[in-house]
C-alpha cells in the first residue's frame, strides 16, 4: 500500500529525511515515533503531497505521490487526521463529515453543499463507528475536545479513503480520552481494511496499538519492528540522549552506526 525508497527532504540547508525506505501492506496500523524535529511529521506530509520530497521514489495506494498529476486523486485515497481536530465549529457534526465527501462530488454539487442520500448514509455510518450518532444534528463547537477528534475520524473515514495518516491526532487529549480516540482509529483500520501511519509521541500507545513501530531519528529509520523489539536499546535509538554528560555512543550512532543495518 506505501513502498517508500531512498525518500530525502531538505528544507534549506537542513536535511529532514535522508534516505527513509518503507514498505507498508494493505490494513496495517504503523504508528511512527521520533522526538521533535525527527522528521515525522515531514514523512507523513510527503505522502499526501502536503510536502514535496526531494529524491527517492513513494508510491501511496497506488499513486506515484511524487509525480501524480492529478493531486485530487491522491488526495481521495489517503485522508488526513490532525492533531488539532480540524473541523469547522459553526457547522453541524454531520456537516463536517460529509465535508469528507467533497473530493468525490462534482464541483458544482460541492459548491452548494448538495449532498447524496448515499452520502449522508455513509457519513451518518461513520458517525456510528465513533459513537456519535446522537450528535448529528449538534453543532460541533459544542463538543468537547475528544468528541471533536472523534468527528476528524468520522470524516476520514466518510472519504473510504485507502490510507489514513495522522498525524499526532490524541496530543492534545487526556490521557484516557486519548486511549479511546486510538482505539476508535485502530478498530476502523481493522474493520474497514484501511492503511493507516500514526505519529505518536506516547510510546505506551505506540506499543498498545501499533501493529509495527517505525522510529525516526534526524530523518533516519532506527527501529522497524513489533512492540516486542521496543527495547530500552531501540528506545535510545529513537530518542538519542543529547545533553551533556551523555555517553557519545548514545548522541552519535542514530546517523552513523544505524543507518546501514536498518537501511535508513
Ligand atoms: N515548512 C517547513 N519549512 C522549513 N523547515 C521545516 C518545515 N517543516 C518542518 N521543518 C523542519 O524539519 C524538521 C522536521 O520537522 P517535522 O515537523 O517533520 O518534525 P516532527 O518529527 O514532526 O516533530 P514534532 O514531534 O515536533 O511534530 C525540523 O527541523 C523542522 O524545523
Ligand atoms: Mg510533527
Same mark, same amino acid.
Not at 235 to 248: C, D, K, M, V
Given at each position: 500500500?506505501?513502498?517508500?525508497?531512498?525518500?530525502?527532504?531538505?528544507?534549506?540547508?537542513?536535511?529532514?529525511?535522508?534516505?527513509?525506505?518503507?514498505?507498508?501492506?494493505?490494513?496495517?496500523?504503523?504508528?511512527?515515533?521520533?522526538?521533535?524535529?525527527?522528521?515525522?511529521?515531514?514523512?507523513?506530509?510527503?505522502?499526501?503531497?502536503?510536502?514535496?520530497?526531494?529524491?527517492?521514489?513513494?508510491?501511496?495506494?497506488?499513486?506515484?505521490?511524487?509525480?501524480?498529476?492529478?493531486?485530487?486523486?491522491?488526495?481521495?485515497?489517503?485522508?488526513?487526521?490532525?492533531?488539532?481536530?480540524?473541523?469547522?465549529?459553526?457547522?453541524?457534526?454531520?456537516?463536517?463529515?460529509?465535508?469528507?465527501?467533497?473530493?468525490?462530488?462534482?464541483?458544482?454539487?460541492?459548491?452548494?453543499?448538495?449532498? $447524496?442520500?448515499?452520502?449522508?448514509?455513509?457519513?451518518?455510518?461513520?458517525?456510528?463507528?465513533?459513537?456519535?450518532?446522537?450528535?448529528?444534528?449538534?453543532? #460541533?463547537?459544542?463538543?468537547?475536545?475528544?468528541?471533536?477528534? $472523534?468527528?476528524?475520524?468520522?470524516?476520514?473515514?466518510?472519504?473510504?479513503?485507502?490510507? /489514513?495518516?495522522?498525524?499526532?491526532?490524541?496530543?492534545?487529549?487526556?490521557?484516557?480520552?486519548?486511549?479511546?480516540?486510538?482505539?476508535?482509529? $485502530?478498530?476502523?483500520?481493522?474493520?474497514?481494511? /484501511?492503511?493507516?501511519?500514526?505519529?505518536?509521541?506516547?510510546?505506551?500507545?505506540?506499543?498498545?496499538?501499533?501493529?509495527?513501530?517505525?522510529?525516526?531519528?534526524?530523518?533516519?529509520?532506527?527501529?522497524?519492528?513489533?512492540?516486542?523489539?521496543?527495547?530500552?536499546?531501540?528506545?535510545?535509538? /529513537?530518542?538519542?540522549? #543529547?545533553?551533556?554528560?551523555?555517553?557519545?555512543?548514545?548522541?552519535?550512532?542514530?546517523?552513523?552506526?544505524?543507518?546501514?543495518?536498518?537501511?535508513?
Amino acid at each position: 500500500m506505501i513502498r517508500v525508497r531512498q525518500l530525502t527532504k531538505q528544507y534549506g540547508d537542513n536535511p529532514v529525511l535522508r534516505g527513509i525506505d518503507l514498505d507498508i501492506g494493505a490494513g496495517q496500523f504503523v504508528v511512527v515515533l521520533g522526538q521533535s524535529g525527527a522528521g515525522k511529521s515531514t514523512l507523513l506530509r510527503c505522502m499526501n503531497r502536503l510536502a514535496r520530497a526531494d529524491g527517492g521514489e513513494l508510491q501511496v495506494a497506488g499513486i506515484d505521490a511524487m509525480r501524480a498529476r492529478d493531486e485530487r486523486a491522491l488526495r481521495r485515497q489517503v485522508a488526513m487526521i490532525f492533531q488539532h481536530h480540524n473541523v469547522v465549529p459553526r457547522l453541524s457534526v454531520l456537516k463536517n463529515v460529509l465535508t469528507g465527501r467533497l473530493g468525490a462530488v462534482s464541483t458544482l454539487a460541492s459548491s452548494l453543499q448538495l449532498f $447524496r442520500r448515499a452520502d449522508v448514509d455513509l457519513a451518518r455510518q461513520c458517525l456510528a463507528r465513533v459513537e456519535l450518532e446522537h450528535k448529528a444534528a449538534a453543532r #460541533t463547537d459544542a463538543l468537547s475536545g475528544g468528541q471533536m477528534q $472523534r468527528v476528524g475520524i468520522a470524516r476520514a473515514l466518510a472519504q473510504q479513503p485507502r490510507v /489514513i495518516l495522522a498525524d499526532e491526532p490524541v496530543a492534545s487529549l487526556d490521557p484516557k480520552t486519548a486511549r479511546l480516540v486510538m482505539q476508535y482509529l $485502530r478498530d476502523a483500520s481493522r474493520e474497514l481494511g /484501511i492503511t493507516v501511519l500514526c505519529n505518536l509521541h506516547q510510546v505506551d500507545f505506540a506499543r498498545e496499538f501499533g501493529d509495527r513501530i517505525v522510529g525516526l531519528a534526524h530523518g533516519r529509520l532506527v527501529y522497524d519492528g513489533d512492540a516486542g523489539g521496543l527495547d530500552d536499546a531501540a528506545l535510545q535509538r /529513537i530518542y538519542p540522549t #543529547t545533553e551533556e554528560g551523555a555517553s557519545n555512543r548514545l548522541a552519535v550512532p542514530a546517523t552513523l552506526h544505524y543507518a546501514n543495518g536498518l537501511g535508513g
